[in-house]
C-alpha cells in the first residue's frame, strides 16, 4: 500500500506511460473476466499458495491478490479482480472492477497489464466487457481459457484470427490443467511494450455525432479520449454515479445526446448493447467455429434430471440431507480430536506451570476458552468444503433457482436458502456465504436472521437441559419426548427466521423484491486445488479470529470470574470452594446484580451469571454452570455430577430452582438469544465494517435479545398459569 | 420434441403461440424461440440484462420453464424470474 | 509475586489489544464518514 495517493483522475488511463518505469519494480497484473470462466483457477495457477485475501475497503467485496516471481527475479503482483459481466456498474462487484481498472481505488494504482479471462466455450457473451476494457487505454492480454471443454463441445476457437480482430495477445490455457500459464506469463511480460488496443469498430453516424459532446466534457475533466469514449457511451444507458458524479455539465450533455438518439429512431438505453453486441456477432462469426454434431450437451442432459419439476427440488433435498448428516456424523471423530488436543494441551500446560493464578489464567481461561471456539472448526471445514464443491460444480446456481419460489414466499431470494441452511452448522459460515446475494437489502434481511438457525453451539446447552429435565417418555408409541423437544427448538428457530425475515423486508429492508437474473453455468469437475484453497482461505479467517479477538475475550472473562479473590471457608471440598470463589468475583456479582432482570423469567443468579459469560459463546453457558454447581469448569453436557446437582437444588424455602418448565424456558431463550461474539464480529465486517457494520451487529443483537427475552418470559409466565408448576 | 411419458404436462408447454403478432415471453412454451421488442422491468435490471445480450433486437431461446424461466441467450443459460419474464414482450419466431 | 506480575500484564494486555481493535474501528468508521477509505478488513493484518 505504498502508493496510496494514487488515482485522480488527471492519471487515468495514462497507466501505460508509467508502465515501462515499473519494470524494473514491480509489474502489476489485474485479472478480470465473467463468472465461472475459471478466472479464479487461473490465478491459482499463476500464483500457487502465495495469495492473500481481504476485503476492498468499505464494501464486502472479497480481494484476492497474490505473487509469482519472474525469471529475472522480480516480483509480480497479480490482482483476482471480482467476476463481472460488463463495466456498467451494476453491482458492487462490477463498481469495484471499474474503480480499480480506472485507478481510482483508494489503496490501488491502476495496473500495468490487464489479463483477460475469457471461456472459449462461450466467447460471445464474454467478448461484451472485453469490448469495454479494450478502450480504457490499459496494456492487455487476452486468456483463451478453457479451450479444452470448448473442444469437447465441439467448439473451436481461431485464436490468431481473434488477436488479429481485437489487436491484442491473445494466450489459449487449460488453467486446470496449467497449460499455457508459461506463454501467458511472456505475453504479460511484453504487453507494456505493444500498442494501446483500442475501439475496432465504428459507431453508426447518428450515435457518433450524439455522443461526440459528451466524450469532449470528459476529457475535459481529464479522462484519457480513450477512456472517455467508453465512459460515453456507458453514459446513454446510466446516470453519472461514482467516480462520474459531479463533473460540471456531463449530465446535461448526456441527456441531450439520449434525445437525439431518441429523435434519430434509437434506443438510447439500449444502444451500447447493441452496437457492441454487433461487433461481437462479426467477431464470432470470423473466429468460432463448431463441428461434430450440435445435439444436446452434457450440461443439457444433466439439467434434465437436476432441474427435474418433480425429481429437482426431491435430488435438491436429498443433497440437503446429506450434506447436514455428514456434518454432523464426519465432523464428530474430528471434533473429538480438537477436544483431546485442547485437553492435552491443558494437562501439559497445567503440569508445566506452578498451581496458582497463571496456571488457571492459561488452563481455565485460555486454552479452554479458546478451544470452545476451535472445536468447531471441523463442522466450519466440512460446511465450506461441501459449499464450494456445490459452487464449483454448477450446481449452487440450479438449488438457487429450485428454491427461489419457496424463499420468495418470505420476500427473499433463491440465494438466500444456502446461508440459512448454514446457520444450522454455525452461523458464521452462513452469514459469509451471504456474499453470493446481490441484493444489499436481502442480503442483510438474511445475515439478520441466520443466527436464529440452530446451531451446533447450542446443542450442548439443549442437551444439558433435555437430559436432565425433559422425562424420556414415548409419544405416540415410536417417538422420544426429549427427542422431540430438540425437534421443537430447530423448529422454533426455523420457524422464527422465516417469519422474522419476511417482516424485515415488509418494514426495515423494504425494497421491490429483487427479479432473479442468474447465469446457470455448465456442469464442471471442480478443480481439487482451488477447491482447497479455498475453503483453507475461509478457515484461516475463522482462526485468525479465534487466535486474536476470542483470545483476548477469554482473558478478560477468566480475569472477571477470578478477581477479586475471597477468602475461602476451609474444610470445604473443592468444588464448593470453586462456588464461593465465583460468587465473590465480579462476575458473580454481576450475576446477582442482574438477577431482578431474569427473575420475572424465573432464573436466580447463578442462570444469570451463566447467561453473562455465555455471551462470549453459548456452550460456554454449560462450562460456568459447572462452575457454580462445583462439579469443576471440565463438566459436560454428559456429566451425571452436574445433572444430579440440577434436580438437586433447591432455593432457600427448599423449593426446587430447576423445573422442566425452567429448563424449557431456558432453552427458549437459548434459541433466540444472539450469544456469540464470534458471530457478532463477521456481522460487523459483512455489515460493511465500521460504523454501520457495529450498528447492525449492535441493532441485531438488541432485537434478538428482546425476542429472547419475551419467548422466555412468555413460556415461563404462561407455563405458570397453565399449571405446569412443577 | 417427442414427449415421454413420464411427462405428460410437456405437451401443453411445447405448444408455442406461432403467430406472427407480438406477445409477453411468458406465453411462450419450452424450446420456442423469440425475438425481443420491448423490456418494461426497472432500469436496473434492463441495464443488466441489455448487458447479458438481451436487449432489444436480440434472439432467446426458452429452455425450461418452471417458476422461472431457463433462457439461452448468446449461449449461455439465464435463469429469469416470473416477473421479469412477464415484463419483456417478444416476437416469437417460427418453430 | 513475579506470578501476580504476569497475569496482571496478560489482562492488562488483552485489555490493551481488543481497546486498539475497538478504536481502529472507530477510527475507520470516522474517516469513511469523512469520504476517505474505510478500514480495509485483514488485508493489513498479514
Redesign the interface.
Known sequence: MENSSTGSLATTGLAPEAGPAQLTSQLRVALIGNPNTGKSTLFNALTGMRQRVGNYSGVTVERVEGRYRRSNGTAVSVLDLPGT??L?A?SPDEEIALTVLLGLAPDLPAPDVVVLVVDA??L??NL?VVSQILELGLPVVIALNQVDTAAAAGIRVDSVELAMQLQVQVVETVATKGQGIDVLKRAIERASALPLPERSFELPAPLFRAVQPVEAVLVQAGFHPSTAAMEALRLL??APEGHLAGIPGLEGEAERARTALEEAGY?A??V???VR?GWIAEVVEATVHRFGSAGSSR??RI?AVL?H?VFGPLIFLLLMAIVFQSIFTWAEPLMTAVEGLVGGVGNLAGSALPEGDLRSLVVDGVIAGVGSVVIFLPQIVILFLFIGFLEATGYM?RAA?IM??FMRGVGLHGRSFIPMLSGYACAVPGIMATRTIENPKDRLATIMVVPLMSCSARIPVYTLLIGTFIPPIAVAGIFNLQGLTLLAMYFLGTAAALVVAGIFKKTLLKG??Q????????YRLPNLRSLLLTVSHRAGLFLRRAGTIIFALTIVLWALATYPKTEVVADVTDGAAQEQQLAGSILGRAGQAVEPIVRPLGYDWKIGVSIISSFAAREVFVATMGTIYGVGSDADETSVALREQLLAETDAAGTPVYTPLIAVSLMVFYVFAMMCVSTNAVVVRETGGGWKGVKWAAFQFLWMFVLAYSAAFVVYRGGLLLGFAA | MSIPWWAP?RQAETKVKNQCTACLLTSCGRGSRAAVLRMD?????????????L????CVTV??R???Y?LD?????????R??AGAITVLPLGG | MFESLTVVAIVLGALGYLGVRVSRTVRAARTAKEGGCGESCGCSDT
Open positions: 459481466y460488463s456498467s451494476t466455450s462461450n460471445e457473451r461484451f444507458a446510466i434506443n438505453r439500449a451500447e448493447a447493441e453486441y450440461t443439457d439439467d432441474l419439476r446456481a433457482f427461489d419460489r421491490p423484491s427479479p432473479m437474473i442468474m447465469e446457470l453455468p455448465p | 404436462w422491468c426497472a432500469g436496473e435490471e434492463a441495464k443488466k440484462l441489455r448487458n447479458l445480450g436487449y432489444e433486437g436480440s429452455l425450461d418452471q417458476d422461472g431457463v441467450v448468446r449461449g449461455s443459460r439465464l435463469a429469469v424470474g416477473h421479469l
